[in-house]
């Protein structure tokens, strides 16, 4: 079983592979559901983003990091992400907690973040999250008002949107086993988009088992969280 720094070693040589020097590509390791010290790990071996989904669990997780002798430092640097759905009565320990909030998806949280942020003397960074498919289980602004959507928040004084976060509906082949293949037209529409909107620097897209496919249609930043930490380190 390889260890999480040879994990993000591997990683780190497809990502440059797969993205022919035309553009970095950042690893995002999505921390959600994963132990302090595999957090811990994953950061001693280089990793300067991580992801959370869920305010209850990244707090504690946080505030232990960033007391441990051994990474409290690099943890200070480490970009913090929040990837889940976000209520807007959790906004403002999200703007508390987090750098960047990839799951800005309706003008009302918008608001909440903006208010939250202003009151702390932040400008606070956030992605669109965009929703490329049908899928009732799926959260995001369509596709096809995205452009508007964007147009509104930026007139909001302490919000910053710098990118666009998108995540593929998980497809099956003719036998019933994923196919990452079938991710590509979703990707493309989220690229179409990122183009579209010229100033944005983010196109997050890709996960363990999509990652490749997303950088080949344009991901600048993928959310890979298995593939960093196998199964040993994430807490039942």
Known sequence: ?????????????????????KRSVQLLAVSKF???EGVKQAILAGIDSIAESRIQEAI??????????DVKTEFARVKKHFIGH????????????????????????????????????????????????????KTGVEI????????????LKNIEITGIM????????????????????????????????????????GMSGDYEIAVEEGSTMVRVGSLIFGERYYDN
């Open 1 to 21: 079983m390889k260890s999480i720094s040879e994990n993000i070693s591997g990683l780190k040589s497809r990502l440059e592979g797969l993205s022919f020097g």
């Open 34 to 36: 994963v132990s302090v």
């Open 60 to 69: 504690p997780k946080f505030e232990e990091l960033a007391s441990l002798e």
């Open 86 to 137: 976000l209520q807007t009565n959790k906004a403002k320990k999200a703007v508390e907690f987090f750098d960047i909030i990839q799951s800005l998806d309706s003008l009302r949280l918008a608001e909440a973040i903006n208010r939250h942020a202003q009151a702390l003397g932040k400008t606070q960074e956030c992605f669109i999250e965009v929703k490329v498919s049908k899928e009732a289980s």
């Open 144 to 155: 096809e008002n995205a452009i508007a959507f964007y147009n509104e928040v930026k007139q």
């Open 166 to 205: 998108t995540m593929a509906p998980l497809t099956e082949d003719a036998s019933g086993q994923y196919y990452p293949e079938g991710a590509r037209p979703y990707f493309k529409q989220a690229y179409a988009l990122f183009n579209e909107i010229k100033c944005l620097r983010h196109l997050s897209m």
